[in-house]
């Protein structure tokens, strides 16, 4: 059985209204019985809301394990510049692996409302992260997922959204294009995996053609944000399927 080295906690952080305080199983203890349990993420959520102690442990170790174990290449890759951890903490990045932010009418993407919900398995891509970046900042590493469908939504056809998330975004050449640019972050939106605040790649002329090609969308129809953190989440009106495929093969 694969084991792990975890830092001991010398002081409790328990609230004093913790009802477990008096004792409770030690990390090893529960790093075992998360690993039998393949790191359920959802029973990792539940975990978290115990109490304070619990949460810090599912945001130190268990989620970091989760993610590892969901995409172990990508996590490597995101860590391979010598961090131990990655922007945003793992449990955003947990729920990014995971979760369809959706868009409610009003919010990031005006026009419609869409609940967000957990999907089952999702593809990120470091190949499709380039296509989704001007030449000039093609350097960067990007991770982006296939669009989440959503069919038949009205007047807005069929939407996808997708998700990403940058490997050292704060040394990245979009990040620096962003702030030579003068682009200015969103007002009252934030990052919906890290509550980090948003800049939109549509108001700073940054989404390339390529991106709406990868997508199989609509080309004036795409629109993405990253947050301070490099987790980008964005939306697109997908082409007919016959229209798509034609996309494919000319790219």
């Not at 004792?23 to 690993?35: C, K, P, T, W």
């Not at 102690?53 to 172990?72: E, G, I, Q, T």
């Not at 940058?166 to 294009?177: G, L």
């Not at 939109?200 to 990253?226: H, K, T, W």
Request: proline residues 4%; glycine residues 6%.
């Amino acid at each position: 059985m694969e084991t792990m080295i975890l830092t001991k906690q010398y002081r409790c952080i328990h609230s004093s209204s913790c009802q477990c305080k008096k004792g409770h199983l030690s990390e090893d203890v529960i790093f075992l019985v998360f690993q039998q349990l393949n790191w359920n993420p959802k029973l990792i959520a539940t975990l978290s809301c115990v109490c304070k102690w619990f949460d810090d442990l599912a945001k130190r170790v268990l989620w970091k394990a989760f993610c590892r174990a969901r995409a172990p290449k990508m996590m490597l890759d995101l860590q391979s510049s010598g961090s131990h951890s990655v922007d945003g903490n793992w449990r955003a990045l947990g729920k990014l692996l995971i979760y369809c932010s959706g868009c409610t009418k009003g919010g990031l993407f005006n026009n419609i409302h869409i609940p967000g919900h957990f999907v089952y398995k999702t593809r990120f891509s470091r190949t499709s992260g380039k296509s989704f970046l001007l030449p000039q900042c093609r350097t960067d590493i990007l991770y982006v997922s296939d669009p989440c469908e959503h069919l038949d939504q009205g007047d807005e056809g069929d939407v996808g959204f997708f998700r990403g998330i940058f490997k050292s975004f704060s040394m990245s050449k979009v990040r620096k294009m962003l702030i030579k640019r003068g682009a200015q972050l969103h007002p009252t939106e934030v990052c919906p995996y890290c509550k980090a605040k948003l800049w939109s790649m549509q108001q700073a002329e940054m989404i390339p053609q390529s991106a709406s090609c990868r997508l199989g969308a609509y080309e004036d129809c795409i629109e993405y944000y990253v947050c301070l953190n490099g987790h980008v989440l964005g939306i697109c009106t997908l082409l007919p399927l016959s229209d798509s495929e034609e996309v494919s093969e000319l790219e």
